[in-house]
């Protein structure tokens, strides 16, 4: 089974670090993603946009409707994804199980029922 891991953090206390604190965060992730990467069950991984990039779409009237934003709001959003095949013991390798706390980062584990690749 695959696993689809967001990765959280808080907005606002990430926006209130320096440059330089930022690039340090960075580089305390380095070897939880080597670890990570290590486990042989790591798929894919990405980083995402800021939030306010972010549009979605949702019906109205029977026409899909482009809106700005997050989906949902909130000062912790997701900013990095994993696609793993071991849920929790991978998961938890991942630097936003193990570092950041005063940014408010986290790991949201999801089983995804239906898995398919293309090209």
């Not at 206390?13 to 380095?30: H, K, P, R, S, V």
């Not at 700005?68 to 900013?79: D, E, F, M, V």
């Not at 991942?94 to 090209?119: I, S």
Request: hydrophobic residues 40%; charged residues 15%; glycine residues 10%.
């Amino acid at each position: 089974m695959k696993y689809l891991c967001l990765c959280y953090y808080d907005t606002g206390a990430f926006a209130g670090l320096t440059a330089n604190a930022q690039q340090a965060t960075g580089e305390a992730c380095q070897p939880h993603d080597t670890a990570l990467k290590a486990t042989g069950q790591l798929f894919a991984q990405g980083s995402m946009s800021l939030p306010e990039s972010w549009v979605y779409f949702v019906l109205k009237d029977g026409k899909p409707v482009l809106s700005k934003g997050p989906y949902l709001s909130g000062n912790r959003q997701a900013r990095a994804f994993l696609l793993i095949e071991a849920a929790q013991r991978v998961a938890s390798r991942h630097a936003a199980a193990n570092f950041g706390e005063h940014l408010g980062f986290a790991v949201e584990v999801r089983a995804c029922e239906m898995f398919e690749t293309f090209g």
